[in-house]
């Protein structure tokens, strides 16, 4: 794949985290309210998760940094699982609309297609498909 599309699709993956990530800082009341009430400090998780959205983001558009994001987003993605699937098994709704059944699998499927990008973004697949051959 050409370095162009490489850097579009990376700029494509990081901007929407970005986005996300200023939002935790703009109204993080709404992203509160999907912290499971198991973990403590949920508006610092919120803060926290916001700060590394934005870092993962920017950090993937830059090809200095790609890798090392790259790999940072797909183990950042597995570890927020947690305030989705709080919010699938016990109906909560964010920002006020609660997902069905198939919302939640299709928001499963994302997620799972976001940390994929991730590593193919960092190189990493590239490199266990070269390692199978």
């Known amino acids: 794949m050409s370095t162009t599309i490489v850097h579009l699709l990376a700029l494509a993956y990081g901007i929407p985290f970005i986005i996300i990530g200023i939002e935790h800082f703009r109204e993080p009341q709404k992203f509160v309210d999907i912290v499971?009430?198991?973990?403590?400090?949920?508006?610092?998780?919120?803060?926290?998760?916001?700060?590394?959205?934005?870092?993962?983001?920017?950090?993937?558009?830059?090809?200095?940094?790609?890798?090392?994001?790259?790999?940072?987003?797909?183990?950042?993605?597995?570890?927020?699982?947690?305030?989705?699937?709080?919010?699938w098994a016990n109906d909560v709704p964010f920002n006020g609309t609660k997902l069905t059944m198939n919302g939640h699998l299709v928001r499963l499927f994302v997620q799972f297609l976001l940390i994929v990008a991730a590593l193919c973004l960092s190189g990493d697949f590239q490199k266990l498909r070269n390692f199978k051959s």
């Open 36 to 87: 499971p009430p198991y973990l403590p400090f949920p508006l610092f998780l919120v803060y926290l998760t916001g700060l590394m959205e934005i870092t993962g983001g920017l950090g993937i558009i830059y090809p200095e940094t790609r890798i090392i994001a790259g790999r940072f987003m797909a183990l950042f993605l597995l570890a927020v699982y947690p305030a989705n699937f709080y919010m």
